[in-house]
C-alpha cells in the first residue's frame, strides 16, 4: 500500500457512507485520500477533505472515477444493488486493489441465505464475480446485522416506531438478532482497511456486532425508557417465515417478468419483496442474522468492544 491510499466511497452521502468517510478522514496521519462518488445531479454536500468525482454511471465514466483509486467502498442501497455489478467491473478495469461490496447486513455468504432471500442473488453474485477475479482485485465482505440505532429512530422502518408506540413481535419474541450501531459498523469497515490489517482481510467475509436482541427484550427496553406499558403501545404479531413467503413470491413474479436485474430490482414490488424478506432474515428467519463466535475473531483485532444492549436504547430514545 502507498503511503496515502486513496479510497473513494460510493454512498458517501448516507447513514453508513457518512459514518465511514468520518472515521477515514479521522484516522489520523491523513494516510487517507478520500473521494465520494456521486451522480451528476446530486446536490449532496461533503465534509472538507472529500473529494466529489461526480458519474453518470455509464461504464466509461466509473472507469475514469475509479482510476488512480486503491480501494472501493460501495455503500450502495438494496434497492439500488442492480448498479453494483458495473460498478465492481469498473474498479477492476480501472486497477483498484481492494472492493468491498455493499454488504453490511445479515450473513449473505451463507448458502442458506439465498434460500430465504433469493433478492440476495445480487450480493452473492458480486462476490462470485470478485472470486473469479481474484488475481486482478481483491475483495472484502462485512456483516454487522441490522443497524439498531438507525432502525430505532428512522421512520421508514416498518416494525417498530418509538414516536407513535407501534412493534413487531416475530414469532414467539425470543429470536436473538444480531444488532450493530452505525459507528460501529462503520469502525469495521474502515478497520479491514487500515495498513495493519489490509492483507489479512485480503478475500475474507468480517463479522462484527454491538449487542444482540430478542423483539422482546428490545420491546422491555423501549417501554422502561419512554415510561410505558403493554397499554400504551400497539403491538403486533408477524410471522418470519409468512413475511418471508410474501416477499419470495413477488419476489419471483419480478424477476420472471423478462426485464433484467438493472430493472425490475427497482419496481414497487421488488422493493416490497426486498423489505419482507430481508427483514425476516434480520430478524433470525434461517440463521443468517446469528453470528454466534464468528464476531470474536474480528473485533478483538480491530479493537472493537460489545456494547451494553440496553444502553444502546435508552441513549436512542433519551437523546431523541
Known amino acids: ?28 496521519s491523513n494516510q487517507f485520500k478520500v473521494s465520494a462518488l456521486t451522480r451528476a445531479s446530486s446536490r449532496s454536500v461533503f465534509p472538507e477533505g472529500v473529494t466529489p468525482i461526480r458519474t453518470d454511471y455509464t461504464p466509461a465514466s466509473l472507469v475514469a472515477a475509479f482510476t488512480s483509486q486503491d480501494i472501493v467502498i460501495s455503500t450502495i442501497s438494496t434497492s439500488s444493488l442492480g448498479d453494483q455489478m458495473a460498478i465492481a467491473k469498473a474498479a477492476i478495469q480501472a486497477g483498484v486493489k481492494r472492493f468491498l461490496p455493499a454488504e453490511l447486513g445479515m450473513d449473505t455468504s451463507s448458502d442458506h441465505c439465498l434460500q430465504i432471500a433469493p433478492c440476495t442473488f445480487l450480493k452473492k453474485d458480486i462476490i462470485k464475480y470478485l472470486q473469479q477475479n481474484e488475481d486482478k482485485i481483491s475483495w472484502t465482505g462485512v456483516f454487522c446485522g441490522l443497524w439498531i440505532d438507525f432502525s430505532l429512530t428512522n421512520p421508514d422502518w416498518p416494525w417498530w416506531d418509538i414516536k407513535n408506540k407501534s412493534f413487531t413481535v416475530f414469532d414467539d419474541g425470543n429470536t436473538p438478532f444480531e444488532t450493530s450501531t452505525i459507528d460501529n459498523a462503520a469502525r469495521a469497515v474502515v478497520s479491514t482497511v487500515l495498513p495493519e490489517h489490509f492483507d489479512r482481510t485480503r478475500n475474507e467475509f468480517i463479522h462484527v456486532h454491538s449487542a444482540v436482541y430478542t423483539p422482546n427484550q428490545l420491546l422491555r427496553y423501549l417501554k422502561k425508557y419512554t415510561n410505558t406499558t403493554d397499554a400504551d403501545w400497539k403491538i403486533k404479531h408477524e410471522k418470519i417465515g409468512e413475511m418471508a413467503a410474501r416477499g419470495q413470491k413477488a419476489f419471483q413474479e ?36 446469528q453470528f454466534g463466535e464468528k464476531t470474536g475473531y474480528w473485533m478483538e483485532r480491530f479493537g472493537l468492544k460489545e456494547e451494553d444492549p440496553e444502553q444502546i436504547v435508552r441513549d436512542v430514545v433519551v437523546g431523541a
Open 1 to 28: 500500500m502507498a503511503s496515502q491510499t486513496s479510497v473513494i466511497i460510493v454512498g458517501a452521502a448516507g447513514n453508513i457512507g457518512s459514518c465511514i468517510t468520518h472515521h477515514l478522514l479521522a484516522s489520523g
Open 254 to 289: 419480478e424477476a420472471t417478468s423478462g426485464a433484467p436485474p438493472e430493472v425490475f430490482t427497482k419496481s414497487q414490488k421488488f422493493q416490497g419483496a426486498i423489505i419482507n424478506m430481508i427483514s425476516a432474515g434480520l430478524m433470525g428467519n434461517g440463521c443468517v442474522n
